[in-house]
């Protein structure tokens, strides 16, 4: 683990070097911003410990500096009573922690022993996912199963050919990582991949994004707007819910397939495109033909490639794989020890049948990860729930996990009317362990009866 430390002050850098070799690092130092930025380079540093006021280039500096270059190093900042805010400001930049001098060898230790563990984490789960992709995946799709080879081939089959894919299956199996493979791994890879949800899209308005308009052509247009298609010029497109489209919408569709040519609302100059298009459902399509709810003319345009996505009950053998590299990834993203799971935790995975497919899988080890601190799960630990969105409604990149955490209790709190019981019901956890969190965090189930 080699640590670059920084500071301007001569007899700090020499007892900061000093500590940190007796601990077993290996220390490389720089005694200003500019030799730091220079040192980084050149080589590179698992831990950075620096300085956060000095002359010239300063510790904020070396931080932006060393992110852009190596992203998955870790900054320590060293800064007075009086920086404080600028130390905080600097965690919001991608710090790791900080240090207020003046402070003890064994602080000093502590922060830098848990910065190295991040160090680990990352290095670990990088190979995992490295291992994973050789050989269990394709371009972040996981599985060993037989259906899942069998897709895998078939996107390494199609993947340079410019034919329209129908990916089909159940909410939650998917349909977007495939459709994203499918591009990453292709001659297009280096251009844009646009996706659209055309059912979450009002219908007065998806012709417009789809294909775009010109200023002044209805009320409210008071610009000219590129549609999506011309967004992934070169690129891909990727329809999701395709089934919701409207008649009138999909003879337009049909259309621009056949003739690969598009006219914005109000203009009638053509523009010719050169976009892959990727189309997914989670419908019967073959049914939704027969009911007349769907055009067929427009259905085998579009069904040249067809990938059947199967439920994840279907696919039992890759639960295990994939509930590990969820714990992987969610513990590096909460900076946490990746837990191991006992054969009564992979068996109550197994044979659960996961009606929200691989995204639930995701929601519970994310939930589990969350709220349960123990170093081996079992199955009792596991926070299975029937109210799969109650963790999507809290989702957010920029909650820390003690803010998630805490929304989601009061989410749990505020369904259940006020109830502990209940609450813990919707979480997953037992009722003494809701009692524990409710009291850490100062909560009063009173405040949450209607």
Known sequence: MKILVVDDEKSQLDILSDIL??????????????????LLSEEDFSLILTDLKMPGKDGKDVLGYALRLHPETQVILMTAFGSIPSAVNAIKSGAYDYLTKPFQKDELLRVISHAADKVRLIAENRRLKETISER?????????????KQVFDLLGRIKDVDATVLITGESGTGKEMIAKAIHCSGKRKDAPFVAVN?????????????????????TGATRRHFGKFEQAQKGTIFLDEISTMSKQLQVRLLRVLQEKRIERIGSSDSIELDVRVIVA???????KVQNDEFRADLYHRINVFNISLPALRER????????????????????????ALTPDAISELENYRFPGNVRELENIIEKTIILCDKDILSGDDLMFTDNIQLLEQNDSASQTLPEKE???IKTALKTANGSIR?????????????????????????????
């Open 198 to 218: 055309c059912g979450a899209i009002p219908e007065t308005l998806i012709e417009s994004e789809l294909f775009g308009h010109e200023k002044g052509s209805f």
């Open 316 to 339: 039992k053998e890759d639960i295990p794989l994939l509930a590990r590299y969820f714990l992987q990834k969610f513990c590096q993203h909460y900076d946490k020890k990746v837990p």
């Open 21 to 38: 070799s007796d601990a077993g690092y290996e220390v490389i130092v720089a005694n200003s911003g500019e030799a730091a930025i220079n």
């Open 136 to 148: 269990y995946g394709y371009h972040n799709l996981i599985g060993s199963s037989k259906r899942m």
């Open 281 to 287: 459902s989670n419908e019967n399509m073959e049914l």
């Open 406 to 408: 805490l929304n989601m």
């Open 422 to 450: 209940n609450a813990s019901q919707l979480l997953g956890i037992s009722y003494k362990t809701l009692q524990y969190r409710i009291k850490k965090f100062g909560l009063s189930k009173r405040d949450f009866k209607s």
